[in-house]
Antibody
């Protein structure tokens, strides 16, 4: 079955960078876009950006432009999200999710990783 | 960018109640609207896509409606496992955006 497995929790100091990985299995990695969504404690879901694993094309929410990078290694079916210049407000659970299109062309987040807690603290 | 606004932010209800909550888009998104359920400490789960299409395996007590800018999610008879947070998400154009969520609590 389709599965996304993310890397483990991270603790970082302000100003540092963090890289979270998302390993896909159960499908051809290059056919579904990978999106990244984060959620601070007690807060809602916040979309960060997407990546086409086939072409490597990316797009980011304005809020994260210049601070986020999304890459992939197709040989191991793994996507990566790197967030730099971390601040306390970046403390959150980070999710990867596949963007699936149904037969009529409607997109939705079909499969989610288990989430990775990133804590930014001095 | 399209903004999504949900109301109410929380509601209290009892098992067996019929509940409805709303999601409004800042511009016309046709029926490109998805609903997700999230329980505490768990991953979001897709309930409905294209405003009214039930995801496979989701109980029929869940239904969605709406088009354009105004959408609703209805639970016809609330069950104990339905106490959770619910998020709408527009899938009309990037940047994708979520509403701030509605938390359904036990009365």
């Amino acid at each position: 079955q389709v599965q996304l497995v993310q890397s483990g929790a991270e603790v970082k100091k302000p100003g540092a960078s963090v890289m979270v990985s998302c390993k896909a299995s159960g499908y051809t990695f290059t056919i579904y876009d990978i999106n990244w969504v984060r959620q601070a404690a007690g807060q809602g879901l916040e979309w960060m950006g997407w990546m086409n694993p086939n072409s490597g094309d990316t797009g980011f929410a304005q809020k994260f432009q210049g601070r986020v990078t999304m890459t992939r290694d197709t040989s191991i079916s793994t996507a990566y999200m790197e967030l730099s210049s971390l601040r306390a407000e970046d403390t959150a659970v980070y999710y990867c999710a596949t963007n699936y299109y149904d037969v009529s062309g409607y997109p939705y987040f079909a499969q989610w990783g288990q989430g990775t807690l990133v804590t930014v603290s001095s | 960018d399209i903004q999504m606004t949900q109301s109410p932010s929380s509601l209290s209800a009892s098992v067996g109640d019929k509940i409805t909550f709303t999601c409004r888009a800042s511009q016309n998104i046709a029926n490109y609207l998805n609903w997700y359920q999230q329980k505490p400490g768990k991953v979001p789960k897709l309930l409905i896509f294209a405003a009214s299409r039930l995801q496979s395996g989701v109980p029929s007590r869940f239904s969605g409606s709406g088009s354009g800018t105004d959408f609703t999610l209805t639970i016809s008879s609330l069950q104990p496992e339905d106490f959770a947070s619910y998020y709408c998400q527009q899938s009309y154009s990037i940047p994708w955006a979520f509403g701030q969520g509605t938390k359904v609590e036990i009365k």
